[in-house]
Nanobody, 126 residues
Framework: QVQLVESGGGSVQAGGSLRLSCVVS????????MGWFRQRPGKEREGVAK???????NYADSVKGRFTISTDNAKNTLYLQMNSLKPEDTAMYYC????????????????????WGQGTQVTVSS
């Protein structure tokens, strides 16, 4: 059974940084498309960043230049480094995985992903 467990959320002032982690277990597929999503109060879940098996990344315009997605395959861990945080980044953050070699163009739609973590809260104060 595939399990994704996020950690690293918390409260930070605007301009600060956080690093989210997502430990993956039970994932036996050779390929992956992995992503980070967030859901702000009253909003739909939105794709923030993704990374493919070959390391190709893509970001939502709202986080480009501030967030970095990466993996440590030896540790079965996905990361999201978040710098220059803004109050509008406040949300519940989720990691997600799909057993495909690369993420499709529609990766920002949450229905694309098969496996989800339980989420970690990020709060940015002004």
């Amino acid at each position: 059974q595939v399990q994704l467990v996020e950690s690293g959320g918390g409260s930070v002032q605007a301009g600060g940084s956080l690093r989210l982690s997502c430990v993956v277990s039970g994932y036996t597929y050779r390929w992956y498309c992995m992503g980070w999503f967030r859901q702000r109060p009253g909003k739909e879940r939105e794709g923030v960043a993704k990374i493919d098996t070959d390391g190709t990344t893509n970001y939502a315009d709202s986080v480009k230049g501030r967030f970095t997605i990466s993996t440590d395959n030896a540790k079965n861990t996905l990361y999201l480094q978040m710098n220059s945080l803004k109050p509008e980044d406040t949300a519940m953050y989720y990691c997600a995985a799909r057993s495909s070699y690369s993420c499709a163009a529609g990766w920002r739609d949450s229905v694309y992903f098969e496996y989800w973590g339980q989420g970690t809260q990020v709060t940015v104060s002004s």
